[in-house]
């Protein structure tokens, strides 16, 4: 343990400086060949198998196993980017322990699924490693689509695109692409700078051009794209950030969870990256967990999570809860926050209140608990700013703060479609991101070529 991780309040250099890499070292270690062969091997190859049903993308999940036990994994890596393209990520972030694995029938009668994700991830890195193309460019149609934001739904639309011949044009407000997957997620299940290995693969098809450091409602409007370009996909993400709604939330050390996490995926020092020795983290979702378990990664002594209804509610995944517990990070429940104590303008604690359900509503009970905080994180939501649809022209359909699409993707505007986290019914998946990207694709490549116009 290193001196440092003793100062009090924020600091940097808390461990040393190996510890680090160890810390934030892959979180799931991939599969070798045996071990591959032997996974797949528990395989029962389901007719009409409930895996599948519950993959967001639909992959055939008995069908690239198989081809991994029968050892052809370039063929099982073709069937899994068929669906979705950006399934070596998806192998490494997707909660499937909610998803495929949850409903496996060796999980249903053994407690013990198939691990889907980690054999999803060992055909598609062999595929990525030998830069095994599979899909080449349609001859070019003239037909010009401008994609908003380079997060999965965004490439995964322009991916679609690029296959049909299309020329695609990405603008992505960051400078680096790959949205929350550069730099949204907790950095030990994406290592290796793999969100850009990624990029480069998608866009090696040809046809796609990214130009980063463009935002929309600032470089350039809505209105703009429709008039220059044949379609427009939008796949604008979240922006906003959810107030705690708590006395003193403008103290200094109460950090937003999304920036600071995107902060340290970027950092090429962990060490000279500041945290706090006492850490709150306000929220019960993904991005709760993220911060958590990294606060403690990065030297943090106690981290709380405190959330204000109960364990079952929770967004985080059980296997999350798990990992967060597993790196000593204490979960609270049924607790909301109520004021933040500062001293010199600093955070010092957090009062909490206990909550209680009544009737079908949540509600404060009125008693209190102080917890010591030097750093508190809000990780309690992201929300749309529909300000970048400013100046667009017609205003765009919404509704809960969100945009309204059909289920093809389009919005209320001709030419506009949308799809990831910022439409209606997004929920911060990134494989739900991919499939509504990928279907938006489809949409707009059969209005483009209707009637036999190409």
Same mark, same amino acid.
Request: aromatic fraction near 6%.
């Given at each position: 343990?290193?001196?440092?991780?003793?100062?009090?309040?924020?600091?940097?250099?808390?461990?040393?400086?190996?510890?680090?890499?160890?810390?934030?070292?892959?979180?799931?270690?991939?599969?070798?060949?045996?071990?591959?062969?032997?996974?797949?091997?528990? $395989?029962?190859?389901?007719?009409?198998?409930?895996?599948?049903?519950?993959?967001?993308?639909?992959?055939?999940?008995?069908?690239?196993?198989?081809?991994?036990?029968?050892?052809?994994?370039?063929?099982?890596?073709?069937?899994?980017?068929?669906?979705?393209?950006?399934?070596?990520?998806?192998?490494?972030?997707?909660?499937?322990?909610?998803?495929?694995?949850?409903? $496996?029938?060796?999980?249903?009668?053994?407690?013990?699924?198939?691990?889907?994700?980690?054999?999803?991830?060992?055909?598609?890195?062999?595929?990525?490693?030998?830069?095994?193309?599979?899909?080449?460019?349609?001859?070019?149609?003239?037909?010009?689509?401008?994609?908003?934001?380079?997060?999965?739904?965004?490439?995964?639309?322009?991916?679609?695109?690029?296959?049909?011949?299309?020329?695609?044009?990405?603008?992505?407000?960051?400078?680096?692409?790959?949205?929350?997957?550069?730099?949204?997620?907790?950095?030990?299940?994406?290592?290796?700078?793999?969100?850009?290995?990624?990029?480069?693969?998608?866009?090696?098809?040809?046809?796609?051009?990214?130009?980063?450091?463009?935002?929309?409602?600032?470089?350039?409007?809505?209105?703009?794209?429709?008039?220059?370009?044949?379609?427009?996909?939008?796949?604008?993400?979240?922006?906003?950030?959810?107030?705690?709604?708590?006395?003193?939330?403008?103290?200094?050390?109460?950090?937003?969870?999304?920036?600071?996490?995107?902060?340290?995926?970027?950092?090429?020092?962990?060490?000279?990256?500041?945290?706090?020795?006492?850490?709150?983290?306000?929220?019960?979702?993904?991005?709760?967990?993220?911060?958590?378990?990294?606060?403690?990664?990065?030297?943090?002594?106690?981290?709380?999570?405190?959330?204000?209804?109960?364990?079952?509610?929770?967004?985080?995944?059980?296997?999350?809860?798990?990992?967060?517990?597993?790196?000593?990070?204490?979960?609270?429940?049924?607790?909301?926050?109520?004021?933040?104590?500062?001293?010199?303008?600093?955070?010092?604690?957090?009062? #909490?209140?206990?909550?209680?359900?009544?009737?079908?509503?949540?509600?404060?009970? =009125?008693?209190?608990?102080?917890?010591?905080?030097?750093?508190?994180?809000?990780?309690?939501?992201?929300?749309?700013?529909?300000?970048?649809?400013?100046?667009?022209?017609?205003?765009?359909?919404?509704?809960? =703060?969100?945009?309204?699409?059909?289920?093809?993707?389009?919005?209320? #505007?001709?030419?506009?479609?949308?799809?990831?986290? $910022?439409? #209606?019914?997004?929920?911060?998946?990134?494989?739900?991101?991919?499939?509504?990207?990928?279907?938006?694709?489809?949409?707009?490549?059969?209005?483009?070529?209707?009637?036999?116009?190409?």
């Amino acid at each position: 343990m290193a001196e440092g991780q003793f100062k009090e309040g924020i600091a940097a250099g808390r461990l040393a400086a190996a510890q680090y890499a160890e810390n934030f070292s892959d979180l799931h270690p991939p599969l070798d060949h045996h071990e591959a062969l032997v996974e797949a091997d528990r $395989c029962y190859f389901c007719y009409d198998a409930p895996c599948m049903q519950a993959c967001p993308t639909s992959i055939d999940i008995p069908m690239f196993i198989r081809q991994i036990a029968t050892g052809n994994p370039l063929g099982s890596a073709k069937t899994i980017f068929d669906q979705n393209i950006l399934g070596g990520m998806c192998a490494r972030v997707c909660p499937t322990e909610t998803l495929c694995e949850e409903v $496996c029938v060796r999980e249903t009668a053994e407690g013990k699924p198939v691990q889907i994700g980690r054999l999803q991830r060992y055909a598609t890195d062999i595929a990525m490693e030998e830069d095994k193309q599979f899909y080449t460019r349609a001859v070019p149609t003239g037909r010009k689509i401008a994609v908003v934001g380079a997060g999965p739904a965004g490439l995964a639309a322009a991916h679609r695109l690029a296959r049909y011949g299309h020329d695609v044009t990405v603008l992505e407000a960051r400078p680096k692409s790959g949205g929350l997957n550069e730099y949204g997620i907790a950095a030990y299940k994406s290592t290796d700078d793999f969100a850009q290995a990624e990029v480069e693969y998608v866009t090696a098809i040809g046809g796609i051009t990214i130009e980063n450091g463009k935002a929309m409602g600032r470089d350039f409007h809505l209105a703009d794209l429709t008039a220059k370009y044949d379609a427009v996909f939008l796949g604008l993400g979240l922006g906003g950030i959810n107030a705690l709604r708590a006395e003193g939330e403008d103290a200094g050390g109460v950090e937003n969870a999304v920036e600071y996490i995107a902060t340290l995926r970027q950092a090429s020092d962990l060490g000279v990256l500041p945290i706090g020795r006492r850490i709150v983290v306000i929220g019960g979702g993904m991005t709760a967990v993220d911060v958590a378990v990294q606060s403690k990664l990065l030297g943090a002594e106690e981290v709380t999570i405190c959330y204000r209804r109960g364990q079952e509610h929770m967004n985080a995944s059980v296997f999350e809860q798990d990992l967060a517990s597993a790196n000593g990070v204490t979960i609270r429940h049924w607790m909301q926050p109520r004021r933040v104590l500062s001293e010199g303008g600093k955070v010092v604690g957090i009062e #909490l209140e206990y909550t209680a359900l009544k009737g079908d509503k949540l509600a404060g009970t =009125g008693e209190t608990l102080t917890l010591q905080a030097d750093q508190v994180f809000k990780a309690i939501g992201q929300t749309f700013e529909p300000a970048s649809l400013n100046g667009s022209g017609p205003s765009m359909a919404m509704e809960g =703060g969100r945009i309204v699409v059909d289920d093809q993707g389009r919005t209320s #505007l001709a030419k506009v479609w949308a799809g990831g986290d $910022c439409i #209606l019914g997004g929920d911060d998946l990134t494989v739900s991101a991919v499939a509504q990207g990928r279907d938006a694709a489809e949409s707009i490549h059969k209005s483009l070529t209707a009637n036999g116009r190409a």
